[in-house]
T-cell receptor
């Protein structure tokens, strides 16, 4: 699975968009980009995933560059409850056991 | 729909004691996982199972054992607790890829906070 690089921490003002970058320059053509978040030591929560196209759901948007070497998770209107550690994970779909490998993530602090 | 349930939520063990961390899911997921998370770190995979009767080692399996006799349950056993096993343990489940694992992602339990003294 491709390695990912994320900034260790970011701040965002409440109500503004939070843009969390992820670099995955060694990504392969059949690898997906997944985003999870972990709020204050709770179990991680699935947010969104993508392969090539930009994706949007009720939680967030995922922008993947054309060369797929980086992506950005966008929380359009961050709230205090979005304060969490955000993990960007790149891996092949399927495979033995569907395992996800978690790195250090980005600690997002949403401030009033 | 309870999802993934872990018990206990907290536990303090003495060095050398044994215990079983319980995990059960009611979503009929084939795949189940155990992760540990040390303070300030990401999650590391201990063991996983792709179905009843089938288990395999993850990244950090030493000091742990698992079993999977039913689809619903995936207990994690610590035989001789050591201070290095002080951590938060998360159980998770998912569908296989062919059944939509990408779309639905993993479902995690709320964790068991274990301290070994």
């Amino acid at each position: 699975d491709a390695k990912t690089t994320q900034p260790p921490s970011m701040d965002c003002a409440e109500g503004r968009a939070a843009n969390l970058p992820c670099n995955h320059s060694t990504i392969s053509g059949n690898e997906y980009v997944y985003w999870y978040r972990q709020i204050h030591s709770q179990g991680p929560q699935y947010i969104i995933h993508g392969l090539k196209n930009n994706e949007t759901n009720e939680m967030a948007s995922l922008i993947i560059t054309e060369d797929r070497k980086s992506s950005t998770l966008i929380l359009p209107h961050a709230t205090l409850r979005d304060t969490a550690v955000y993990y960007c994970i790149v891996r092949v779909a399927g495979g033995a056991g569907n395992m996800l490998t978690f790195g250090g993530g980005t600690r997002l602090m949403v401030k009033p | 729909n309870a999802g993934v349930t872990q018990t206990p939520k907290f536990r303090i063990l003495k060095i050398g004691q044994s215990m079983t961390l319980q995990c059960t899911q009611d979503m009929n997921h084939n795949y189940m996982y155990w992760y540990r998370q040390d303070p300030g770190m990401g999650l590391k995979l201990i063991y996983y199972s792709v179905g009843a009767g089938i288990t395999d080692k993850g990244e950090v399996p030493n000091g742990y054992n698992v079993s999977r006799s039913t689809t619903e349950d995936f207990p994690l056993r610590l035989e001789l607790a050591a201070p290095s096993q002080t951590s938060v343990y998360f159980c998770a489940s998912s569908r296989p890829f062919a059944q939509g694992a990408i779309i639905y992602g993993y479902t995690f339990g709320s964790g068991t906070r274990l301290t070994v003294v």
